[in-house]
């Protein structure tokens, strides 16, 4: 398959806002069930082995909210409302389960909601670990998942036992190790993995099963890499700040056509949130809590005992990326990310780093000022980079 029709299928995927690619695998597995996830990161290895297709929510920019802003004060930022609006139309009444991770105050209460307006899905809310003693938070998450594990086969009529968590375990490695193969050519030669490419396959990949995710993906590195696209000049910037509501499509073109490469960043972050594979010797459900505890990715959804460790989280970032600059781009209102912005850039800012800082909304239509922020950015750089 060519890379333009890998490209335009992940494109076709991520515009379906009726989640036809994951009406399809249920219709071609008949008696199977489909269990949604909010951002930021939910244990797809244990939905997987309960035989249901895990299916990320990430909302939508591109449909009116009319029924979504009933739920949700004016400064509250667009996520819910568009996931309130996608529920309400009907476009996730194929979903039997929905799992809320701990991101903010906002998917908590979401929860709650979706509890009253749909109750015939089982719903819960994860409380990922927030604890300095790793040994303590990974006997709270194994606990925790273990009490998935055995609803969401009470849901799906199937024992989800050690062996099913193997193989998902194992899948999910060969997935985990795709991506960062993914990441780590993006990251070296970016002008052959466009970072809009790039995120439109992850999308997709957050629909569809995880068989036809590897196949495709398989497929566009090997034409990445065979693909000699021309060098230019732009600059090495890592994009921070966008892990749950993501940002529209539109802007992270806009960021790369004017005149920059993203190296690094966290879109989608619920994809590398566990930075290793997960050993398949042992209790499964431990190798996983042992996985998120001490391999999680940096992120402000998760406790950070080391308070220099976020002011050193961009000096090392950009090193790894070998990054000339960080673009901080939140969603508005987004207490997570707005609240660690002013610690990651201070750290940025000291170890001689360049910054800018905006924010976006997923409904975001206008990109002319993010152009005229990122080109200058960029051309600033450029230019007084080495002063």
Not at 58 to 87: K, M, N, T, W
Request: glycine content about 8%.
């Amino acid at each position: 398959m060519s890379r333009t029709a890998i490209v335009d299928w992940a494109r076709g995927v991520y515009e379906d806002l009726d989640f036809t690619a994951a009406r399809q695998w249920l219709a071609d597995h008949p008696g199977r069930h489909a269990c949604g996830y909010l951002p930021v990161y939910a244990p797809r290895e244990v939905i997987h082995a309960a035989g249901m297709l895990p299916v990320g929510i990430h909302g939508s920019g591109d449909i009116e909210i009319i029924r979504g802003d009933a739920f949700y004060q004016s400064y509250i930022c667009h996520l819910p409302r568009s996931v309130v609006e996608l529920a309400q139309s009907g476009r996730l009444d194929m979903l039997s389960a929905v799992l809320f991770p701990s991101t903010c105050d906002v998917i908590r209460n979401l929860s709650g909601m979706w509890q009253i307006l749909f109750p015939q899905m089982y719903v819960r809310y994860l409380d990922l670990p927030q604890v300095a003693d790793p040994q303590m938070g990974a006997e709270f998450w194994r606990r925790e998942l273990d009490v998935v594990r055995r609803e969401l086969g009470r849901v799906a009529g199937i024992e989800v036992t050690d062996e099913r968590l193997r193989a998902s375990v194992a899948l999910y490695n060969e997935v985990r190790g795709v991506i960062r193969g993914l990441y780590a050519l993006r990251g070296a030669k970016p002008w052959q993995v466009p970072t809009e490419e790039l995120y439109l396959l992850m999308r997709a990949g957050e629909v569809v099963g995880p068989e036809k995710f590897l196949e495709m993906a398989r497929a566009y590195a090997a034409a990445a890499e065979s693909d000699d696209q021309r060098v230019r000049d732009r600059t090495r910037v890592i994009i921070t700040g966008s892990f749950c509501e993501q940002p529209p499509l539109g802007l992270i073109k806009t960021i790369e056509r004017a005149g920059c490469y993203i190296v690094d960043d966290d879109f989608l972050a619920g994809n590398r949130f566990l930075t290793g594979d997960v050993p398949l010797d042992g209790d499964p459900l431990s190798a996983l809590a042992e996985g998120l505890v001490r391999g999680a990715v940096k992120t402000s959804v998760l406790y950070e005992p080391d308070p220099e460790g976020k002011r050193n989280l961009m000096k090392n970032r950009v090193a790894a990326a070998k990054a000339d600059g960080v673009i901080f781009a939140a969603a508005s209102f987004c207490d997570p990310a707005l609240l660690d912005r002013p610690m990651l850039r201070e750290g940025a800012e000291k170890a001689g780093i360049p910054c800018i800082a905006f924010k976006f909304a997923e409904n975001s239509g206008q990109f002319q000022q993010f152009r005229e922020q990122a080109g200058t950015f960029s051309d600033s750089i450029k230019l007084w980079g080495d002063a």
